[in-house]
């Protein structure tokens, strides 16, 4: 099925977001964790494409695995800033040819090695470029990345829902955006697009904090802003990994419930490959889920 007709559908779609196991680490564990989650019953489940392309061959692997063994729709992530127009016609053959409907198109994040191998001439600059082609294509759902605060490497927050609005235009048939603590932000952004005249629908990426490292990664890559009640629990808890990952959960619970309040089309959730996490949040939301109709 296609998601951007499970948007039309659904009052709130619900989605998983799992990686591929790192280049030598065997497949199989990912399926471990399908197992796991696929009994949640999401809507979709997306597999992430390694940054400068590793991991690509398991991205279309797994994606078509979600699908055809777990029987959930799948949303395969594809990269184009390192790829070559051959490289991503090859891809594009592979998702269609395993029956996969839905791709979430994005640019990549540019690899920080310095001696990263990429086509020169650079073949695809933006997201943008990859869309028009998926498009092309005709038989494609298309999802495309969004940032409530502003893409770090965009210096005018206005400027960024410009080049939003040019994905959709091109066409991006639904959104996802960037992981963020602050739902505020995530209304101020939604009225912004609104205004931009960008309409189609938005699913809300939500992270369960679990440790503190991965909350200094996250911050480092993705900018965002912590408001001062998360600030509360990671400055109590940090040092207190069991307490930091149960407040994480119930910090993430309580964002979701709100963004539900709220009319949200759909929440994404990034698993980060732990099943356990998924199921207490998914839990605690489902009554509210089915009862919302
Ligand atoms: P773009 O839309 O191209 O934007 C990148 C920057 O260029 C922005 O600053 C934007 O303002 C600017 N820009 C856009 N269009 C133009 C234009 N026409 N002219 C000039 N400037 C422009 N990364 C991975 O490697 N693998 C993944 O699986 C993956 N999954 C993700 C899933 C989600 C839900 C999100 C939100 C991000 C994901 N990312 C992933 C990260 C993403 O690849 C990076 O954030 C990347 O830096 C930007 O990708 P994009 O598609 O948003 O790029």
Same mark, same amino acid.
């Given at each position: 099925m296609k998601i951007k007709d499970m948007f039309e559908q659904k009052k709130t779609v619900i989605s998983l977001e799992i990686f591929p196991p790192?280049?030598?680490?065997?497949?199989?564990t990912i399926y471990k964790t399908l197992d796991d989650l696929?009994? =949640?019953?999401? @809507?979709f489940i997306s597999v992430t494409y390694g940054?400068?392309?590793?991991?690509k061959d398991r991205t279309v692997e797994i994606a078509s695995k979600i699908k055809h063994k777990y029987g959930i729709e799948s949303l395969a992530h594809l990269t184009c800033i390192s790829a070559t127009k051959e490289e991503i016609k090859k891809n594009l053959d592979e998702i269609r040819s395993q029956g996969i409907e839905n791709i979430l198109a994005m640019r990549g994040d540019i690899p920080e090695d310095p001696d990263f191998d990429f086509p020169n001439p650079l073949q695809?600059?933006?997201?943008v470029d990859l869309i028009g082609e998926v498009k092309e294509e005709g038989c494609f759902s298309i999802g495309a990345a969004c940032y409530p605060e502003g893409?770090?490497?965009?210096?005018?927050k206005i400027q960024d829902i410009k080049y939003l609005k040019e994905k959709v235009d091109k066409g991006a048939d639904f959104l996802i955006t960037q =992981?963020?603590? @602050?739902?505020e932000l995530f209304y101020r952004f939604m009225e912004q697009i609104d205004l931009a005249g960008i309409d189609v629908p938005v699913s809300a990426g939500i992270i369960p904090v679990l440790n503190k490292n991965q909350i200094l990664r996250i911050t480092k890559l993705a900018g965002c802003a912590i408001p001062p009640k998360f600030q509360r629990i990671l400055d109590r808890y940090e040092n207190n990994p069991a307490a930091l990952k149960e407040a994480g959960e119930a910090y993430a619970i309580e964002q979701i419930i709100d963004l539900m309040a709220w009319g949200v089309r759909g929440v994404h959730l990034y698993t980060m490959n732990k099943p356990e996490t998924a199921r207490r949040i998914i839990g605690n939301i489902e009554n509210i889920r089915s009862l919302q109709g």
């Open positions: 790192k280049i030598g680490a065997p497949v199989e696929s009994d =949640l019953k999401p @809507d940054a400068g392309g590793k991991a695809y600059e933006h997201a893409h770090v490497d965009c210096e005018c =992981l963020f603590f @602050d739902n």
